[in-house]
């Protein structure tokens, strides 16, 4: 089974212009979690989805936004480039679909490395 | 909602030792508790978790154990080699959530 994808891996931006990053998440996974990796502050929840519904959001701006396709892919745009979004971005996915046992378990992609200039 | 506290943020060890990372949550009704390793310039790995049903689970040289009184939860990792040196995150997932919330992380530093 494909693990998670992400595309692109390196990214290149200026201040000020807008970026869309990729996930493709495993088989049959439905749930896409984003996160923003940043040196000491660990793993920055921005968002969830599940069937093309954002479930659980976190403290970030607006600037922050995304969205999930009937395929389970999922992307995420960021308006207005700051420096300090300058981060790796990690996609997370899983069956998220709770239940009695639960089927918590996450699974990330390479992430895309995101530096703004 | 949940919070996951982390703790130490950076360990030393020497080969042959142990390690022990140790962490803390918030939410009483939180039921899962996953650990993931990241390798530098990797992606984040799931290496063991626990159910709240459970106070111990071993997999070989890494195990984890859970206090659901005192709300904490431990990586104990034996015999550290150099290859265990790596960023360890713990999280906890809350009764009311379908994904985890994650600890700041702890770089772990295995010297042969």
């Known amino acids: 089974k494909a693990g998670v994808t992400q595309t692109p891996r390196y990214l290149i931006k200026t201040r000020g212009q807008q970026v869309t990053l990729s996930c493709s998440p495993i088989?049959?996974?439905?749930?896409v979690s984003w996160y923003q990796q940043t040196p000491g502050q660990g793993l920055q929840f921005l968002f969830e989805?599940?069937?093309?519904?954002?479930?659980n959001k976190g403290n970030f701006p607006g600037r922050f936004s995304g969205r999930q396709f009937s395929n389970s892919r999922s992307e995420m745009n960021v308006s207005t480039l700051e420096l300090g979004d300058s981060a790796l971005y990690l996609c997370a996915s899983s069956l998220g679909s709770g239940g009695a046992r639960g089927d918590y378990e996450q699974y990330f992609g390479p992430g895309t490395r995101l530096t703004v200039t | 909602g949940e919070n996951v506290e982390q703790h130490p943020s950076t360990l030393s060890v020497q080969e042959g030792d142990s390690a022990v990372i140790k962490c803390t949550y918030s939410d009483s009704a939180s039921n899962y508790f996953p650990w993931y390793k990241q390798e530098l310039g990797k992606r984040p790995q799931l290496i063991i978790d626990i159910r709240s049903n459970v106070g111990e689970k071993k997999d070989q040289r890494i195990a984890v154990t859970l206090n659901k009184t005192a709300k904490h939860f431990s990586l104990h990792i034996t015999e550290t080699q150099p290859e265990d040196s790596a960023v360890y995150f713990c999280?906890?997932?809350?009764?009311?959530?379908?994904?985890?919330?994650f600890g700041r992380g702890t770089s772990l530093i295995v010297h042969p």
């Open positions: 989805y599940f069937s093309e519904t954002q479930r």
């Open positions: 088989s049959g996974h439905r749930s």
């Open positions: 999280a906890a997932k809350s009764g009311g959530s379908y994904i985890p919330t």
